[in-house]
C-alpha cells in the first residue's frame, strides 16, 4: 500500500504544514475573488479584491518556502550520503580492506600514508642563468 523510497528523505514538517497553509490561502483567494464579484451589498469589492490578492501573494509565499524546506533536507541527504561513500573509499584505499571486514591487530600500526619520492634535477649553472635564474 505504501511505497518507501529510501533514496528519498522524509519530508520535514514545517515543510507540510507552510504547504497546507498555502494551499488554503489559495482556496481562500479563490473565494475572496468570486465574493468581490457576487454583487452582494454586504461585500466591499474593493477589500475583497485586495483581500484576494493579499492571500494569493502569501501563498506563493508559503508554497516557495515549503519547497525550500523540502529541497534542504534531499540535498542535506544526499550531502550526508556522498560523505559517507567517500569515508568509505577512503578507508578502503588507506588500509586495502573494505570497511567493516575484520582485520587482526598483531601487526597493524595505523594507517601509513605513500611517501611520494622526490624528483631531483640538476641544471648546469651556465643554463640556469640564460634561462634567467638567479645562481647562487
Not at 479584491?49 to 523540502?70: D, P, R, T, Y
Not at 601509513?112 to 634535477?121: D, L, M, N, Q, W
Request: charged share 15%.
Amino acid at each position: 500500500m505504501f511505497d518507501l523510497d529510501p533514496d528519498k528523505p522524509n519530508i520535514p514538517a514545517l515543510a507540510r504544514i507552510l504547504s497546507g497553509m498555502g494551499l488554503f490561502l489559495l482556496i481562500a483567494s479563490a473565494l475572496s475573488m468570486m465574493l468581490a464579484f457576487s454583487g452582494y451589498e454586504w461585500a466591499n469589492e474593493i477589500y475583497a479584491i485586495a483581500g484576494s490578492i493579499g492571500a494569493f501573494l502569501l501563498a506563493l509565499v508559503f508554497f516557495a518556502q515549503g519547497k525550500i524546506i523540502e529541497q534542504l533536507a534531499v540535498v542535506s541527504a544526499r550531502v550526508k550520503s556522498r560523505f559517507a561513500v567517500d569515508a568509505a573509499a577512503k578507508t578502503v584505499q588507506a588500509t586495502g580492506t573494505a570497511p567493516g571486514a575484520i582485520v587482526s591487530n598483531t601487526s597493524w600500526a595505523g594507517p601509513t600514508a605513500p611517501k611520494g619520492k622526490e624528483r631531483v634535477i640538476h641544471v648546469p649553472d651556465e643554463q640556469a642563468r640564460q634561462s634567467g635564474f638567479k645562481v647562487k
